[in-house]
């Protein structure tokens, strides 16, 4: 592996670890107390939420119940977790689970995307806290909605985007504040060609359906289609638009969210695109879409770029990360400012720097003018931890509902546009696409009435 290839893994904790200390929030006890055992379910068993399940298990708390349509995620969960889930009570349908499992404190999300508002709100009016993955919803409009419910609602949220607990995306906020970077004017975010399906229309065959699974129940609110092995369920969903957004709906929230706080973004005024594979069922093959924000504050107009499936930003700007690493990172957040350039990561959780005199990027830990800049936001040992802190009484979230909501709502914006397949002007606050009135089914989708077992 090249030192360009493993870049979004690198971490530079172990230079600010000391000074970080005196500000890491704790974890399973709080005021000095030892903490309440919670009791938690999970709904979504593929792969992802696997990693949640453990963490929660490793702090210390009971797993009270674990539901998927496909019976056969929830058999590998249990051999997976073993003891640490063996008195966990089973389900297929979450309406049946949150009936019956009134103990519950609260519960994890990690279904495919289409199924993420209708759980949520489901989850959120029983009155558990909910911890969700990335993105928050499918669409701009459940955004919104989520937003408006968990500001008047009285449980925790956290979105799933993991990078927000990272030291290093707090260092670059920190940076940023300080104005180390002068005024930033362009972001750059790569992500490569995925494997997901793209640029292509659904099969035309079918497939017998695995008798684990409940297929109907599976497309949920989604119009019906034939079940095909290897195409849909489970991950390659993420590709097709009647379950996911491809790969910018996907990476958003990630690569996103360290300029959007930082840089206090609202909303994009104008989304310009281009791209290859567009007007499918799946995401495009290739595309660059780029977002413009209008000068808020005290900061001037920011443009966001975002490139996937082979495109890349100029050679001109990424010219100083190749002269660093040798090659240009597999993914990356670039931020160019007047004074100098950071590159966090797709996940916003590197923190490499270059002032405008330097040869080369280099670390923030290692970077002398860098380390003049104090630490000032608090750390945390994780995105599951600081949620279980915060249910338990501690610090706010870092990535509540609401501003997982607005990242979603910046990223799907872009989606608009991809499936319009033109550039557009963007009402962010009303959700419209001024004078396109045939945008407003990507904004908010007509649900299937009948679904599941509703």
């Known amino acids: 592996m090249t030192a360009a290839s493993s870049l979004p893994r690198r971490t530079f904790l172990q230079n600010t670890a000391a000074a970080a200390s005196t500000l890491l929030l704790p974890s399973g006890l709080l005021k000095g107390q030892a903490a309440r055992k919670l009791n938690i379910g999970f709904i979504g068993m593929g792969g992802q939420i696997q990693g949640h399940v453990s963490k929660i298990l490793q702090l210390g708390h009971h797993v009270g119940a674990l539901c998927d349509v496909d019976s056969a995620q929830i058999e590998s969960s249990q051999k997976r977790h073993g003891e640490g889930v063996a008195g966990a009570a089973v389900y297929r349908d979450y309406r049946v689970l949150l009936e019956n499992e009134k103990s519950l404190d609260a519960v994890v999300i990690a279904t495919p995307d289409h199924w993420h508002a209708p759980i949520c709100r489901a989850v959120m009016q029983a009155g558990k806290h909910v911890y969700c993955e990335k993105p928050l919803t499918h669409t701009i409009a459940e955004a919104r909605e989520l937003r408006e419910m968990s500001r008047t609602s009285k449980v925790i949220t956290q979105t799933g985007n993991q990078g927000s607990a990272s030291p290093n995306l707090r260092r670059s906020m920190e940076l940023i504040a300080a104005g180390f970077f002068g005024a930033i004017s362009d972001i750059h975010v790569w992500h ?212 997982g909501g607005h990242l979603t709502e910046i990223g799907l914006s872009g989606i608009v546009a991809l499936r319009l397949q033109k550039s557009i002007d963007w009402d962010g606050p009303n959700m419209k696409v001024p004078g396109m009135p045939e945008a407003d089914k990507f904004i908010r989708k007509a649900e299937r009435a009948k679904h599941g077992r509703a």
């Open 192 to 403: 490569p060609t995925h494997g997901w399906p793209s640029g292509e229309e659904r099969p035309a065959s079918s497939d017998p359906i695995p008798p684990t699974l409940d297929w109907d129940f599976w497309l949920g609110t989604a119009p019906e289609r034939e079940y095909k092995a290897g195409i849909y369920h489970p991950a390659k969903w993420r590709g097709w638009y009647d379950f996911g957004n491809g790969s910018l709906g996907d990476f958003c929230c990630h690569g996103f969210n360290m300029p959007m706080r930082a840089l206090n973004l609202d909303y994009p005024t104008r989304i310009e695109i281009t791209g290859k594979g567009m007007g499918k069922e799946s995401f495009a093959s290739s595309c660059t879409v780029h977002l413009h924000f209008a000068a808020r504050g005290n900061r001037g107009p920011v443009k966001l770029h975002f490139y996937t499936g082979g495109d890349l930003p100029p050679a001109d700007v990424t010219a100083a990360l190749i002269g660093t690493f040798g090659s240009l990172p597999r993914t990356g957040c670039l931020l160019i400012g007047e004074q100098g350039q950071l590159q966090s990561g797709l996940w916003n959780s590197d923190c490499y720097v270059k002032l405008n005199g330097d040869a080369k990027f280099t670390g923030a830990g290692n970077h002398p003018a860098a380390k003049q800049v104090p630490i000032s936001i608090p750390r945390v040992k994780g995105q599951i931890d600081e949620w279980v802190d915060a249910i338990q009484g501690g610090p706010k979230v870092f990535s509540d509902f609401d501003h």
